[in-house]
């Protein structure tokens, strides 16, 4: 399988990146520091490593990148900095998850392609009832106003929900929200749901960045996985939730 992987240098996407390539699977990174990937994955025989900015490039140079790809995993996200919160691309995204699939839709490919967004769980899925209470609204409004990398989580997926749908001939997609993450060495027990089971603003439970990258990787290379949450939002936890 040839699958593409953007934010592959950032903490989740190495993880994934270097468990898709244990798995035997072809693939493809878009880097603006390819120096940022380990030695291992960098060396190995199954990357190949595009070095640029998914956002400079055109969309032909997308729709070429993307020919040939059966899935695409997104763990973009904004640099814990003054600048990466509030400095340009805003919607870095949302603009890349919109990019990449008029690319993919552009090849006209003859399959459904899977696109796997890494997301979060201060993000609800409007599908479902996820009731919040007041506070909860008013802190998310705050944060809302406040860190723009949340407003951005929230409209990557909402173009997913809305806009890409359940119906679509060419793309599936499912938005994998992991709670508050945390570094591991090694993939541990964990639970998916399709709701959060706690409060992400006041009691938030824990998730390895390793167990997100297993989880995804499982849901473009297992096919009874990916029907199962396929057009979802599924959260996952550390099966310990107090680790």
């Not at 479902?128 to 406040?146: A, P, Y």
């Not at 089971?197 to 096919?223: C, M, Q, W, Y």
């Amino acid at each position: 399988m040839n699958i593409l992987v953007v934010g592959a240098s950032g903490a989740t996407g190495r993880l994934l990146t270097e468990e898709l390539l244990n798995r035997g699977e072809f693939v493809k990174v878009i880097v603006r520091s390819p120096e940022k990937l380990p030695i291992k994955i960098r060396n190995h025989h199954n990357i190949t490593v595009i070095h640029a900015s998914v956002l400079d490039l055109s969309d032909a140079e997308l729709a070429r990148h993307v020919k040939g790809c059966h899935a695409v995993a997104s763990c973009l996200g904004h640099n814990l900095t003054l600048k990466g919160i509030y400095g340009h691309p805003r919607k870095l995204v949302t603009d890349a998850c919109r990019r990449l699939c008029e690319a993919i839709k552009a090849n006209n490919p003859h399959e459904l392609i899977k696109f796997v967004l890494m997301n979060t769980t201060a993000n609800s899925n409007h599908n479902l009832d996820e009731q919040l209470s007041f506070t909860e609204k008013s802190v998310l409004g705050l944060m809302r106003i406040l860190l723009p990398p949340q407003v951005d989580n929230e409209q990557a997926a909402e173009y997913f929900r809305c806009e890409i749908g359940n119906k679509d001939t060419l793309i599936g997609w499912a938005a994998v929200r992991p709670d508050t993450l945390k570094d591991e060495d090694e993939v541990t027990e964990y639970e998916v749901y399709p709701s959060p089971i706690r409060s992400a603003i006041f009691d938030p439970g824990k998730t390895s960045r390793i167990n997100v990258g297993h989880f995804i990787a499982d849901l473009i290379t297992e096919d009874e996985i990916w029907q199962q949450w396929k057009g979802q939002m599924p959260v996952i936890y550390n099966k310990d939730l107090k680790s």
